[in-house]
Every structure is written in C-alpha cells, then in structure tokens.
C-alpha cells in the first residue's frame, strides 16, 4: 500500500513538473516570438535577458535591459527590469511589477518615472486576442520628470477597469490620485500670483468609456481603440478652496469631439475663471462677460460663490448654462 502510493506521487510530481516546464518553456518562448515580431515590424525591441522561474507553482517572467519604441506612434519605453507572474494554474491573470525608474519617451519629450510599488493586477479573457478583462494599477511616491522642463508628483495613485457587463468594447474605470503637485511650470501659468496651494488634495474619477475597438494584445500592436462614448458617475477635484464635481454623458464622433450634457458644480467659481484666464484657456477679453452671465448662475443656484448648471457640447462649442465659453476639446489617443 505504502510502495503503491509512493508511485502515485513520484507519477503526479513528474506530471507537474513535465507541466510546468512546458508551461515555462511555452512562456519564455512565446514572449520572445512577440519581441522578434516587433523587431520585424519595424520596432525597436531589445533586452538583455529574459528567463522564466517560480517552480513549481508559479511561471515568474523577468526581463532585464528592456528598451521598446514604436516607429509609428513616436513612444518609446526603457526600463532596468520588467516582471509579469503569473500563477501556474491561472495563466490569464498577471501580475505586472515595474522598477523604481524607468523612462517613457513621446515624440515631444522624455519622461523620467520614479516611484515605489508600481505594479498591476492583470486579468485578460481566455482566448488568443488575450483581451483585457480586468485590471487595478498602483502606485506610489511618483514622480515624472521631463526634459522639457517640468515635474509632477503625487503621493498615491490607483487605476482600476473591468468590462461593463452587457456592452462590447466598454469598460468601467475609477482613478484616484492624493496629493498631487502638477509641474511647477503648470502651476505658475494658471496661479502667477501663488495663491494656491501646491498640491492638488484630492482627485477621483468614476466613469463608463466606450470604445470603437477592444483594448487587446492588437491595441499594443498596433492602433489603440478611440473613445466613442464617457458617462462620467463622478468626477470629484478639490485643489485647496476650489471644489469641481461633474456627472453626465457624452458621445464623441469620428475625430474626437464630444456631444451631450454634464451637470456640474464648481466652488468659488471666480477663481476658477480667473485661472483659466491666466491659463489662456478663456479669452480675456470675454472675462468680464462671463463674469456677468456665470453671476447670475451662481445667483440662480441660491449661492454666489458657486455654480450649479449645465455644461453642453454641441458642434465643437463648450457652453456653461445658456453662455459659450470656448471650443470643445478634442480627445485623440491615435495621432
């Protein structure tokens, strides 16, 4: 009996072994393959190592000397190591570490990331498109740093998303960051006078984002999806005595520009008008104007100090309440 179940587990122990080296083997060599097909297609898409270790229970992928930069889009990515874990048994859900500094490059600049406890829980549907089911980033203590100048940090940041049930190509996002401090350059276009704090308190976003395509390995290839539709649950930014809150929906078309409604509220209005004034967001010769109209808003929301209304999108025109206040933004991820 006892000789009996010890050929059972010396059979089972080879079986998982013969399974994770496999596993492992597949793993490594698929990573690969997708480097060298980068390579092909144009991209730079170098490391210098690239093993995988976690027996018997994890495939645990490590990539050292990592440089990727895509010809097309103009992005670049460099960094000392890169992690990806995953547990043997789960191998559609990952677990993404990145080093304390790494470097992003875009076609305008380089950005120097520093920050502790990057990382990332990946859950990715179970077919060859490996499309993204799931995920929740964090990080903290970050800092970017650009060579054009400039330098934000924060304490803490979190990114979440999960498909929206019952909608394709659709995804719930939530984004929280604490004690953001924008770039000191940033900072001294909108508030010359220093009038506010150097730190963002609060920042938080609850929304639902349509896309015209799923984010999938495809996404990373090649073009990124486009946002067709946001309905924003809440939007919350405190940044010292100002307050902004917004919720609504809106539908962008072909290039970008959004269509529909978002009910808002901002606290102490005036300053808000005086920033995007300085910003050069809001002519200043329309100041006075707005002064007037958005007053009698304030008014109308029974508090002088704060705005309760409408903010419309209709043929790329922004408007506060029944008063224009500027062109719609355009939002493009593609170039």
Do not use: C
């Not at 077919?127 to 924060?154: H, I, P, Q, R, Y």
């Amino acid at each position: 009996m006892v000789r009996a179940l010890f050929g059972i587990l010396i059979v089972v122990s080879l079986a998982w072994f013969g399974y994770w080296w496999v596993g492992s083997n597949a793993q490594q060599t698929a990573l690969s393959a997708w480097l060298e097909d980068r390579r092909s297609a144009g991209w730079v898409a170098d490391y210098e190592t690239l093993d995988v270790q976690g027996f018997p229970s994890r495939f645990d992928t490590r990539v050292t000397d990592l440089n990727l930069a895509d010809p097309t889009t103009g992005w670049a990515w460099q960094a000392p190591e890169f992690e990806v874990l995953m547990l043997s048994y789960k191998p559609n859900h990952a677990i993404a570490v990145w080093p304390d500094t790494q470097t992003i490059a875009t076609p305008q600049e380089r950005i120097d990331v520093n920050s502790q406890d990057m990382k990332a829980s990946i859950k990715f549907d179970a077919n060859t498109d490996l499309s993204l089911n799931a995920a929740t980033a964090e990080v903290k203590d970050l800092t970017l740093t650009s060579n054009a100048g400039w330098v934000t940090e924060m304490d803490a940041a979190m990114l979440s998303t999960r498909q929206t049930a019952g909608q394709d190509n659709s995804h719930d996002v939530f984004f929280q960051t604490t004690n953001l401090k924008p770039a000191r350059i940033f900072k001294d276009i909108i508030d010359p006078d220093n009038l506010l704090p150097d730190l963002f308190e609060t920042v938080r976003l609850d929304a639902t984002a349509g896309f015209d395509a799923p984010w999938d390995r495809h996404a990373v290839e090649g073009r990124k999806p486009e946002l067709t539709s946001l309905n924003i649950k809440d939007f919350n930014a405190t940044w010292g005595e100002l307050n902004f809150q917004a919720k609504g929906t809106l539908d962008l078309d072909a290039e970008g520009y959004p269509t529909g409604k978002v009910s808002v509220r901002a606290k102490n209005w005036q300053d808000m008008l005086d920033l995007g004034v300085s910003a050069g967001l809001i002519p200043a010769e329309l100041q006075s104007t707005l002064e007037g109209g958005l007053g009698l808003l304030a008014k109308l929301s029974g508090n002088p100090d704060t705005i309760d209304a409408p903010l419309s999108f209709q043929n790329r025109v922004m408007s506060l309440g029944p008063i224009p206040i500027g062109r719609a933004p355009q939002f493009r991820i593609n170039p």
